[in-house]
C-alpha cells in the first residue's frame, strides 16, 4: 500500500491494482494549429500539463505501473458520430472537416493522434472512444476488470470535458479516481479550478486531487 497527500484527504492505493490514465494528450487539443487552437482557444492553458505528465509517465513505466492512454475521435465515415455530436459549432470547423492537421478528430490523422512527448511505449494500451467519456462504447471497462484494476489516476485533457465524463463513469462503476491537478487541462482557467474543486468536494465526491510529484514520491 501507498499514501500521498490529497484534497480531501490522503489517497491510499495499491500499485498492483492501480492504473495510470492518460486522457486526449492529441494534437488537435494540444498542438498550435489544431482543432482545438482553431476554435479561438488558448493552448498553452494545456500545454502545462505536458511536461509534469512526461515524468510521470517515466515513474509509472519504472514502476511498472499499468498505463493507459485515450484518444477522442471517430471512424472515417463518421457512422460513430451522432448528429448531435456532429452538428455543433460552425460548420467548417467540425468534426470530419478538413483542419490543418487532417479531418478533424478522425481516427488515423495526424491531429487525431497523441502528441510526440507523451507517445504511448510498447505494450501500452490506447483506448479510441468516440465519446467523452472512456468507458461509453469502448473496451475500458472490460480491460480493467481482467485486470483487478480498482483505483484509477486520472491525467488529460480537458478537466471539465473528457477527464470529468471520465472520472464521473469512473465513480459510476466503483473505481477510486485520483485526479492530478498538474497533469490536467482545461482552456479556461475557472473550468480548470471549479473542475478540480467539484472533484474533492463534499468529502471527495468523484474522488481525490494531489499534485503529481507527490504520486511520483509515493510510488517510489
Ligand atoms: C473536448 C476532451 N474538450 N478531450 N474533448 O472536446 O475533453
Redesign the pocket.
Known amino acids: 500500500m501507498a499514501t500521498l497527500p490529497a484534497d480531501p484527504a490522503p489517497y491510499t492505493f495499491e500499485p498492483d491494482s492501480t492504473a495510470l490514465l492518460v486522457?486526449?494528450m492529441?494534437r488537435d487539443?494540444l498542438e498550435p494549429g489544431g482543432f482545438?487552437e482553431t476554435l479561438g482557444n488558448d493552448v498553452g492553458q494545456l500545454r502545462r500539463t505536458i511536461e509534469p505528465t512526461a515524468k510521470l509517465l517515466q515513474a509509472a513505466r519504472e514502476q511498472q505501473l499499468t498505463v493507459i492512454h485515450?484518444r477522442?475521435g471517430h471512424l472515417p465515415d463518421l457512422s460513430d458520430c451522432p448528429p448531435a455530436k456532429l452538428n455543433r459549432g460552425d460548420p467548417s470547423v467540425r468534426i470530419g472537416a478538413p483542419g490543418p492537421m487532417g479531418r478533424i478528430?478522425i481516427r488515423g490523422e495526424r491531429g487525431h493522434d497523441i502528441i510526440d512527448e507523451l507517445a504511448p511505449a510498447p505494450g501500452e494500451t490506447v483506448i479510441d472512444k468516440p465519446g467523452?467519456g472512456a468507458f461509453y462504447a469502448t473496451g475500458l471497462g472490460d480491460l480493467l476488470a481482467a485486470q483487478s484494476i480498482r483505483s484509477l489516476v486520472v491525467t488529460?485533457?480537458?478537466?471539465?470535458?473528457?477527464?470529468h465524463?471520465t472520472v464521473r463513469e469512473a465513480n459510476d462503476r466503483g473505481f477510486e479516481c485520483l485526479v492530478l491537478a498538474d497533469c490536467v487541462g482545461s482552456?479556461f482557467p475557472e473550468f480548470q479550478a471549479a473542475g478540480l474543486r467539484m472533484i474533492a468536494a463534499q468529502g471527495g465526491i468523484f474522488g481525490w486531487v494531489a499534485e503529481s510529484p507527490a504520486f511520483i514520491a509515493a510510488l517510489q
Not at 488529460?156 to 477527464?163: I, K, L, R, S, Y
Open positions: 486522457i486526449d492529441q487539443f482545438g485515450t477522442e478528430l467523452k488529460g485533457v480537458t478537466t471539465e470535458v473528457c477527464v465524463t482552456y
